[in-house]
């Protein structure tokens, strides 16, 4: 069955609008969303849930009953490396997330019947690619961040204390400058013919262009996104932390039973999949505040109807 009508992405819309076409854009495909989602994600899922419970596991009972001063002993090893698969896990999956759903936004835009009965053969090339280009853009971020760490510890060990008076500003605008650069992620995926540093440029200019209008945007669809993180991970989190504590009070060995690891295992990747499927909400919302940012500064809708207007 064919679409009647299809959401507009390329136009200006206020605050209320941009806020009803997300969820509009949502409401119409959830189903492949979610499914797509989970066929990519959940293995991802899989591996940073194990390693998750390790790294909280241990950290919990580092916690609780050491009285020494180093606190994790012999288990420092196995709480960095834990630690390390999870956040590699957790870059790898937002990649992926964010590669997964720009894709099928492309896709969206030019198959007849948008979303309905997609099969990942309609979008795999799409989701390969921007998926490469959103590690470009981690890598470099990371880069970015790494290097300004190095700069300020040089400086607080080579000068003086008193560096904090140049170092802590430098921090502050270099997060202030992140805001306007998250468009940074649209731009350089649905622009596919622009160069890496071009997108950066652009990107600092859609943004500051309507860098209010994308701050409202984001921090009310983040808000809604961590309801749904919070109704994900309390079941986990409270397990693991009554678990924990029953173990110590009672002496038992609840916290080492076959049951309770399978329960946590199973409450940690629902966990994770709810934090992947929540991040769908900024990510949609960050391309449509895009679109509204490139036509109010570009005017691409009205630049096309004009070079289209013999053929009208």
């Known amino acids: 069955m064919k679409r009647t009508s299809r959401i507009e992405f390329y136009r200006q819309r206020t605050f209320s609008e941009k806020l009803n076409t997300v969820f509009e854009f949502i409401r119409e495909n959830w189903k492949p969303l979610l499914k797509y989602s989970f066929y990519l994600i959940m293995p991802i899922c899989l591996v940073q849930t194990f390693a998750m419970n390790s790294f909280f596991s241990i950290y919990i009972d580092a916690v609780m009953t050491s009285t020494g001063r180093n606190p994790f002993g012999h288990s420092m090893i196995s709480f960095l490396t834990n630690y390390g698969v999870m956040m590699f896990c957790i870059l790898t999956g937002s990649t992926v997330m964010s590669g997964m759903v720009y894709a099928m936004m492309q896709t969206y835009a030019t198959r007849e019947n948008g979303l309905q009965d997609i099969t990942l053969n309609d979008f795999k090339e799409r989701l390969v690619k921007n998926t490469g280009r959103c590690l470009r853009i981690v890598f470099a971020l990371l880069f970015v961040y790494i290097l300004l760490v190095l700069i300020m510890a040089f400086l607080a060990i080579t000068v003086s204390t008193a560096s904090l008076i140049i170092t802590i500003p430098l921090l502050i605008i270099f997060i202030i400058c992140l805001v306007p650069l998250m468009m ?129």
Not at 211 to 219: A, D, E, H, Y
Not at 263 to 284: C, D, K, N
Request: net charge neutral; charged share 10%; no cysteine.
């Open 184 to 312: 940074i992620v649209p731009v350089y995926i649905f622009e596919r013919d622009i160069i890496f540093f071009d997108a950066i440029k652009k990107a600092w200019k859609l943004g500051t262009a309507t860098l209010g209008g994308m701050l409202g945007l984001m921090i009310v669809l983040n808000i809604i996104a961590s309801v749904i993180q919070t109704i994900t991970m309390l079941p986990w989190y409270l397990t693991l932390i009554f678990g924990t504590i029953f173990s110590i009070s009672s002496e038992s060995m609840i916290a080492q039973s076959v049951i309770f690891k399978f329960a946590i295992y199973i409450l940690g990747l629902i966990q994770s999949y709810g934090m992947y499927v929540s991040s769908i909400i900024g990510i949609i919302g960050l391309a449509f505040q895009y679109f509204h940012a490139r036509e109010k500064v570009e005017g691409i809708t009205i630049e096309s109807n004009i070079s289209n207007f013999n053929n009208l």
